[in-house]
């Protein structure tokens, strides 16, 4: 959560951090801060509320400078105010900082016996006051100071942080919290992702764990420079990256919000996804990135599933087509309650963590632990070089490019194709599929996109469907099968960001209780394709009409059954089972999309949600 930039160049700082922070809001948005030198001394801004409230304190105070940093914060220790909100200033020093400082209590009595004071209840300032207690007690420099400071701390963290008597210095550093560094023409930029950067530059150092960097503007006779070492204060190198993202990825592209425009890319993200992967020939997988060689996966005796939220429905699934199609047990769990007990793994479990971020806590502290305990790794990660593919042993990226809205839409049908490209490869290499079967699954993955553009020429009638539901405060959505996972993503969907009641059920466990819950003022949403399951789902749309609910359904093209049934039916193209949930999934996201906007809610940036969740 949190994201902060640092700019260090020519160019008037400020309008191009503020840039940057738009481009992070996704991570948190309850106050924004800016602190600029203007070669005198360091001046800030900060303002509680999204970032436009930054810039309309900016508007009225203009601060000028060519070096500073930024910070947009979703709040974890003290509420959000203009008090709480980044950068923090503690005498010479002022410091933006995404993560937890976890011994920040013992510190903050220890600083207050020698006599500092506090403006704010955040562990953040904690750490300003160390960099500036550093200083004062002798140390050479500012980078010299961050890296005493950050010795006396435990937790995680990405910071950046500036000295009133260093006009051209920016260190910055990260300890499990993301920070990248863009190598721009005259001018160094530092990041917590790719899109804040992208509008400067391509070139680009991903810091690891550890890292401390001292970022020095041009002068009159040197380029700008970054100088990377350990905390201790040894030297290290790391590689510069080219990214192949656009600054135009992360613009909306005429679609009123980020969310509208991701469902949309969602053909283009599934294409990406599979380019160069597939072997159609041998039906079969190009497995390289995937790190797991024949033998290997012929020695797995289990998979296990990490994931959180949206990509932990895209999990269940996996689940449904590894042990379909691979024949291997495979157990799905959420990050967070693996956190909660001993979990036993054996060094012939393949362990996949599915994260659009690749940060997320949860699922990172589960793959961690999995990995100590001598299981395989195999990220499914959206963000490049993110904290879960460092750590995995093999990892296959979904390429869906940046994902801006904070409800999961097109990175969700990414992670489907991953997950059936590895569940098809590990079919492949345990001999349970054929070449022929391979081919015929993989054909029917290729053909996606175009069903969805299929879907996607629906909207409209889908946008007239959710104006039913705008007054709806409860709302139950039923599935079975391969259709129980994307009722749980249709309910997650519409309550994240319409703000209404939403439950996503097995529908054969409705008579087990939910069934209670219907009357004729009830939208039941019915995920019923044409399937293996559809005879039983048709009669839980029977149940719910009994009891006069109203039904809207997902139903295969010519269901006259579904006709006489539903009040409202979105038709789906008549497609191979296996990548239905790809399919059944964008009207869902669309019905959320569009009660959201009739409400007239922040649809890309909705109340109390970040996007990437790196707290526990
Ligand atoms: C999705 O719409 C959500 N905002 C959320 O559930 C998300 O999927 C979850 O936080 C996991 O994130 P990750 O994929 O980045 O790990």
């Known amino acids: 959560m949190c994201g902060i930039v640092g700019y ?17 809001e996704y991570r948190g948005y309850d106050s924004a801060g800016v602190a600029i030198h203007d070669g005198r001394g360091i001046e800030t801004v900060r303002a509680l509320g999204k970032l436009r409230a930054l810039g309309d304190a900016l508007a009225k ?19 959000p105010s203009e008090e709480n909100a ?16 976890e011994n920040h209590a013992a510190l903050r009595r220890e600083l207050a016996a020698d006599g500092a004071r506090f403006g704010s209840e955040t562990d953040t300032e904690i750490l300003a006051h160390l960099v500036d207690r550093a200083l004062s007690r002798g140390a050479v420099n500012l980078f010299d100071a961050v890296r005493v400071a950050l010795s006396e701390v435990t937790g995680a963290y990405a910071i950046a942080v500036l000295s009133v008597d260093e006009p051209n210095t920016i260190v910055a550093a990260r300890h499990g919290s993301p920070l990248v560094l863009g190598y721009g023409e005259n001018e160094m930029l530092c990041g917590s992702d790719i899109s804040a950067l992208l509008s400067h530059t391509r070139d680009m150092v991903f810091l690891e764990d550890g890292d401390v960097v001292e970022l020095r503007g041009p002068t009159s006779s040197e380029g700008p420079s970054a100088r990377i070492t350990t905390i201790a204060g040894a030297a290290v190198e790391r590689p510069r990256k080219r990214i192949d993202w656009s600054p135009t990825m992360a613009e909306r592209g005429g679609f ?8 949309h890319e969602q053909p283009d993200a599934i294409a990406a996804t599979l380019r160069g992967r597939i072997d159609l020939e041998n039906g079969d997988v190009h497995g390289s990135e995937i790190g797991l060689s024949p033998e290997v996966v012929r020695g797995i005796r289990r998979v296990y599933i990490v994931a959180c939220g949206t990509s932990f429905h895209a999990s269940l699934l996996g689940r449904y087509w590894i042990e379909s199609l691979a024949g291997v047990q495979t157990v799905v769990e959420l990050g967070s309650e693996l956190a909660n007990r001993k979990a036993v793994f054996c060094d012939d479990d393949l362990v996949i963590a599915v994260s659009q971020s690749g940060e997320t806590f949860d699922t990172l502290a589960a793959a961690k632990a999995a990995k100590s305990r001598g299981a395989r790794v195999l990220a499914i990660a959206n963000v490049l ?12 990226y979904t390429r869906a490019g940046p994902e801006i809205g904070v409800a999961s839409t097109k990175c969700f049908t990414a992670q489907l ?13 345990r001999g349970a599929l054929d070449a022929t079967q391979g081919a015929s699954l993989l054909e029917g993955l290729c053909a996606v996109p175009g069903f969805i553009n299929e879907l996607l020429g629906d909207a409209d009638y889908v946008r007239s469907i959710a104006t039913s539901l705008v007054d709806a405060t409860d709302v139950l959505f039923l599935g079975r099968g391969l259709n129980y996972p994307i009722a749980l993503e249709g309910a997650l969907k519409l309550k994240e960001i319409s703000y209404a009641h939403a439950e996503g059920y097995a529908a054969g466990e409705m008579k087990h209780g939910p069934i209670a819950l219907i009357d004729s003022s009830l939208p039941v949403v019915v995920v019923a394709p044409r399937d293996a399951s559809y005879d039983k789902a048709l009669g839980n749309v029977q149940e719910v009409r009994a009891r006069e609910g109203r039904v809207i359904a997902l139903a295969t093209k010519g269901d006259e059954a579904m006709h006489d049934l539903a009040e409202h039916i979105v038709w789906l193209p008549d497609a191979p089972e296996h990548v239905l949930p790809l399919l059944t999934v964008v009207p869902l996201q669309l019905l959320a999309y569009y009660v959201a906007s009739r409400k007239g809610h922040d649809v890309d940036q909705p109340r109390n949600l970040a996007k990437t969740v790196t707290v526990e």
Not at 8 to 24: E, H, K, Y
């Open 8 to 24: 260090a160049g020519r160019q008037s700082a400020a309008p191009i951090i503020v840039d940057g922070l738009r481009r992070l």
């Open 61 to 79: 105070r203009p601060l000028e400078g060519a070096l500073g940093i930024g910070h947009t914060r979703w709040a974890t220790h003290g509420r």
């Open 86 to 101: 980044h950068p923090h200033v503690a005498g010479k020093v002022a410091l933006v900082h995404n993560g937890i400082i």
């Open 256 to 263: 009123k919000h980020f969310m509208l425009k991701e469902i």
């Open 385 to 396: 070089d993110s904290a879960i593919p460092r750590l995995a042993h093999g990892e296959l």
């Open 417 to 429: 194709t991953a997950l059936l490209l590895v569940a098809v490869y590990l079919g492949r290499q």
